[in-house]
T-cell receptor, first 114, second 113 residues
Framework: KAGVTQTPRYLIKTRGQQVTLSCSPISGHRSVSWYQQTPGQGLQFLFEYFSETQRNKGNFPGRFSGRQFSNSRSEMNVSTLELGDSALYLC?????????????FGDGTRLSIL | SQKIEQNSEALNIQEGKTATLTCNYTNYSPAYLQWYRQDPGRGPVFLLLIRENEKEKRKERLKVTFDTTLKQSLFHITASQPADSATYLCALEGDSSASKIIFGSGTRLSIRP
């Protein structure tokens, strides 16, 4: 069974631009969660989608948004990029809603803002 | 506010010894607690999940305890090997349907031969 796939692996953008990251969950998984990981703040929860609906949202500004498609694939968008948005963005899928289910992570998209 | 702390940023252990990592939390009553392993440049890998009504869970050389009175989880790796060197993260989730998952900052474990 293929794991969680995130594309692209690396991305370089400049301030003010916007970016879209993609995540393909494990086949059959309906929950997709997004996280931001930085050396200073660690792994922080962005949002969770389950069956195309945003179920939970972390404490991030509205510039961070996402969506989930009917095939469970998910995209995350960040608008008006800031230097502080440089981070590793991780996607995780699980068979049920986030909670008593293990999270299966992809290897992330490394986003660098110049 | 909810807070989760892992005992130290780094832990160095001699091969063959038992490594013990600590995860403490405050202002929180998690229904579940999870442990993950993360290698450099990779995403975290799930290791174990323990529920609030479980005191201990084992998987091969791994053992996790969950003490809701002390608000603490201990993660043990017995007969440690250099291949166990990685960063280990604990994660908590509340028992509310609208809760979010919170990760600790991780403990970097190094097993020296």
């Amino acid at each position: 069974k293929a794991g969680v796939t995130q594309t692209p692996r690396y991305l370089i953008k400049t301030r003010g631009q916007q970016v879209t990251l993609s995540c393909s969950p494990i086949s059959g998984h309906r929950s997709v969660s997004w996280y931001q990981q930085t050396p200073g703040q660690g792994l922080q929860f962005l949002f969770e989608y389950f069956s195309e609906t945003q179920r939970n949202k972390g404490n991030f500004p509205g510039r961070f948004s996402g969506r989930q498609f009917s095939n469970s694939r998910s995209e995350m968008n960040v608008s008006t990029l800031e230097l502080g948005d440089s981070a590793l963005y991780l996607c995780a899928s699980s068979s049920g809603p986030q909670g008593n289910q293990p999270q299966h992570f992809g290897d992330g998209t490394r986003l660098s803002i110049l | 506010s909810q807070k989760i702390e892992q005992n130290s940023e780094a832990l160095n252990i001699q091969e063959g010894k038992t490594a013990t990592l600590t995860c403490n939390y405050t202002n929180y009553s998690p229904a579940y607690l999870q442990w993950y392993r993360q290698d450099p440049g990779r995403g975290p890998v799930f290791l174990l999940l323990i529920r609030e009504n479980e005191k201990e869970k084992r998987k091969e050389r791994l053992k996790v305890t969950f003490d809701t009175t002390l608000k603490q989880s201990l993660f043990h790796i017995t007969a440690s090997q250099p291949a166990d060197s990685a960063t280990y993260l604990c994660a908590l989730e509340g028992d509310s349907s609208a809760s979010k998952i919170i990760f600790g900052s991780g403990t970097r474990l190094s097993i020296r031969p």
